[in-house]
């Protein structure tokens, strides 16, 4: 990863996103979903991990790996045809993170990236950079941005059935929720019930409370689904 004009530092949140290159897909059909999403599990280590020699070879389930202590805790993540959000703070839990000498958000972004794209092009037979350059990063400084961000992350899939609702407003709140109840690739079905094994993958003991329970949350996301933001990422 080159240097960046800001530098991701410790203890700070931090909106992380990119897109494939060209806009072009980069999730071309479930099991693309599903190997990115046990990558946010499985590359969150600091162990050296593949798939290969520590999955495959020994017959263990993704979300059965004994990753031990996580390099980030994830609050909340979503993929889209061609991109993904992820809410990150980096996490220290015991003293492994003092030997890490990378950055550990680039680290556990780096790993991340690598499998996925070692994984797409062997599987579509492709070669060269899958992501637009390095990933994207947006500071959360304050309150207001956090809590909007749990949203704008779990709303981002409407625009797969209604690209110009934040211009234009939602017209069927009902039919909006409801696609996000069946929308598989995002954590919010984690937040309205985390009996889904995916759950493992957050860490909400690292972020703000903002949601005492199911009624709270879904008051917010209808909140946000019903304001207008002509300003949107990728």
């Excluded at 019930?193 to 759950?199: K, L, P």
């Amino acid at each position: 990863m080159s240097n960046r004009k800001t530098p991701l530092v410790d203890n700070e949140y931090y909106h992380i996103y990119n897109r494939g290159n060209s806009k072009q897909k980069i999730f071309l059909d479930k099991d693309d979903y599903d190997y990115f999403i046990k990558c946010l599990y499985c590359c969150n280590t600091y162990k050296s991990f593949t798939f290969r020699e520590d999955l495959i070879k020994q017959n263990i389930y993704a979300f059965d790996y004994n990753r031990e202590e996580a390099i980030v805790s994830i609050g909340a993540w979503v993929l889209m045809p061609n991109h993904f959000h992820i809410y990150i703070i980096t996490s220290h839990k015991s003293d492994l993170w003092r030997k890490v000498e990378k950055n550990r958000i680039s680290e556990f972004m780096r790993k991340v990236g690598t499998a996925y794209a070692k994984y797409f092009n062997a599987k579509y037979n492709r070669t060269g950079g899958l992501f637009e350059g390095k990933f994207k990063s947006t500071h959360i400084k304050n309150d207001n941005q956090s809590k909007y961000l749990f949203s704008y992350i779990h709303l981002n899939p409407i625009k797969l059935i209604d690209h110009k609702w934040k211009e234009e407003g939602i017209k069927d709140i009902k039919k909006s929720l409801d696609f996000l109840s069946k929308y598989k690739w995002s954590s919010y079905l984690d937040y309205i019930d985390n009996s889904r094994v995916h759950y493992k993958i957050l860490d909400l003991d690292s972020f703000p409370k903002y949601f005492e329970n199911i009624k709270d949350f879904n008051k917010e996301i209808i909140t946000w689904l019903k304001y207008k933001d002509k300003e949107d990422q990728p």
